[in-house]
Structures are given as structure tokens and as C-alpha cells.
């Protein structure tokens, strides 16, 4: 990418698409096309396909999508694959009609087998059956990837897709209906110290493990990826951290300086037991992550009181 380069972020409001927005500034880029769902509404191919005529981008960052926790997940299920098939038809449909150099697509974690072998290389797409909780949502982005693959294949395009790992930080969603695992626990803490409560629930029985990435270090590897020629079409972006759901609400907990007992709600879900990303291809083009889960953490929560503040 030029600096000169017309770059539409996509989704550039959301947890990813704004932390891709300013990583992007961060390095000198300025040329920017935004819009609000409001403004331009990717489900709608008519608007789509008018408004990628009209502002022909030179990249594109597909950020945006319908996203959310296992019970948003396992409730919306028509939503969540309505919402993000159409989204991914059209953006990506549109980038090939109006002659996109590049488009980056980002997927999820949970387009992998409920039952893969761990860590989990990319080449296990599509091997086994997928978590029945948020099936619909993993299908659609599965076809996503399938969809750059194909165009890639008939039509010579150059789309890269990026599964990162359990994602956190600023501009994170801390609906507890709708919210992932960790927003969640960061909420919980925030709402037990306000209500002078002794303990959070978790949902499930805190023994599932997941790997945490804060948001910074993806858009880190989405930008560096964005401008790096590789082979491969799918690669895995995590940060190497795993523990359980119990251990890294201990861990935020003892770094945020709050003594709160853990309870759990067994009548709740856990979801994968286990969602460890092989990182062998990120590592061998040179990219690994760089914040620390501590310093994300203070980051992420020093965000989230100003908030609400």
C-alpha cells in the first residue's frame, strides 16, 4: 500500500475496524472511506455495488460483521448467517467488479472442528463438525474464506482472510447478553465493585480454554499482512496465550488490584473446550504478537471506566 492509496475500512466503528483505522493513521495513511451502517448498508447489494462504483477503493478491509457471544450466537442464529453472508457476497463481490488491488477478510476461531486436533493448523477447515452454538455464524464466515479462495482461483484477485484468535480491548461490546467471554469478565468486575458485591458468576464451569489477542497486536498483523505476499490465502493470528475462562478472570482480577470471589452458573454453556491456533505460518513470515496480556488488560479496562464515565 501507498500512502496516496484509497483504503476502505469496513466495519471501521467496531472492536477491529477501529483499531485498523488507527494503526493505519498511526503510519502515515490518510486516504480513508468510512461509512456507518446508516450511511451505506452492506446487506443491501444495490447499495453496495453503487457505492464501491462511485469511490473505487484501492483496499479493502472487511471488518464488518454481525458478531457476538455464544448465547447471542445460539439465539440469532438466522441473523448471524443472513447478516454475514450478505455482507461478505457483496464486499467482496463488488472489490472484484470495481477492481480492488487487495482485500483482507477476517474471520473467526470458530470456523474450525468443535473436536480439532490442537493447536489448530488452518488446513483443518472443514475436516469435522463445528460447535452447534455458533454454527450459523461459523458457516457464513467459512464461506467467506471460500469465496476469496474461489476468486482467487478463477479470477486472479489477490484476498488474503485472517482467523484471529478471542479478541479484546477498547471499543469492545460489554452487553452481557451479547458480549464475548471477556468483555464479559471485565463488566462483571466493574459491576461487582460498583454494587459492592464479594463475587462474580461465569457462565459454564470456567474450565474451557482460550487464546487472547488485544486488539492493537491484531491490527498490528492485519496491516502487516496487507502488505505482505504470501502464498497462503488463510492464516491463523493468535498470541500464543492460552489458559482457562477461571485463570484469566484470576489473572484480571489480580491485575486490576480486585479481591472478588468466582462462582459459576453450570446451567450455561462453555462452549469449545478448546480453541489453540498452530501459528507456525504467522511465525514463518516474521510476525508474532507484542503486547503483553497485563499491559492489555490495564489498557482495555482504563478504556472501559472512561466509558462510562
Known amino acids: 500500500m501507498n500512502k496516496e492509496d484509497k483504503i476502505f475500512v469496513a466495519g471501521h466503528r467496531g472492536l477491529v475496524g477501529s483499531a485498523i483505522l488507527k494503526k493505519l493513521k498511526e503510519k502515515g495513511f490518510s486516504n480513508f472511506i468510512t461509512k456507518t451502517h446508516q450511511e451505506l448498508d452492506l446487506t443491501n447489494q444495490q447499495e453496495t455495488a453503487a457505492f464501491f462504483a462511485q469511490e473505487k477503493p484501492d483496499y479493502v478491509f472487511l471488518a464488518a460483521a454481525k458478531v457476538g457471544g455464544i448465547v447471542a450466537n445460539n439465539t440469532f442464529r438466522a441473523d448471524f448467517i443472513y447478516h454475514n453472508l450478505m ?24 470456523i474450525y472442528p468443535k473436536n480439532a486436533a490442537q493447536p489448530i493448523k488452518e488446513e483443518a477447515l472443514l475436516t469435522n463438525t463445528l460447535e452447534y452454538t455458533n454454527e450459523p455464524y461459523a458457516i457464513a464466515k467459512i464461506a ?104 484469566f478472570t484470576k489473572f484480571a482480577l489480580k491485575t486490576l488490584n480486585v479481591k472478588l470471589k468466582i462462582k459459576f452458573d453450570k446451567s450455561k454453556p462453555d462452549g469449545t473446550l478448546r480453541k489453540k491456533l498452530d501459528l507456525s505460518i504467522l511465525k514463518k513470515y516474521g510476525w508474532k504478537s507484542k503486547i503483553s496480556l497485563k499491559n492489555g488488560i490495564l489498557t482495555t479496562y482504563k478504556n472501559f471506566i472512561l466509558k462510562k464515565n
Open 144 to 247: 467467506g474464506i471460500k469465496l476469496c479462495e474461489s476468486y482467487n482461483f478463477q479470477y486472479k484477485t489477490n484476498y488474503k482472510c485472517l482467523m484471529p484468535t478471542n479478541t479484546y480491548g477498547p471499543e469492545d461490546n460489554y452487553d452481557l447478553n451479547t458480549s464475548h467471554f471477556f468483555p464479559a469478565i471485565i463488566k462483571k468486575i466493574y459491576l461487582a465493585q460498583q454494587n459492592k458485591q464479594k463475587f462474580i458468576t461465569l457462565w459454564g464451569s470456567g474450565k474451557a480454554k482460550r487464546e487472547l489477542i488485544f486488539v492493537d497486536d491484531l491490527a498490528e498483523a492485519i496491516v502487516f499482512f496487507m502488505n505482505k505476499k504470501t502464498k497462503e490465502t488463510l492464516i491463523n493470528v493468535g498470541s500464543g496465550v492460552e489458559k482457562t475462562i477461571y485463570e
Open 87 to 110: 455482507i461478505q457476497n457483496n464486499v467482496i463481490h463488488q472489490s472484484y467488479v470495481s477492481g480492488v488491488k487487495k482485500l483482507l477478510f477476517l474471520g473467526s476461531t470458530c
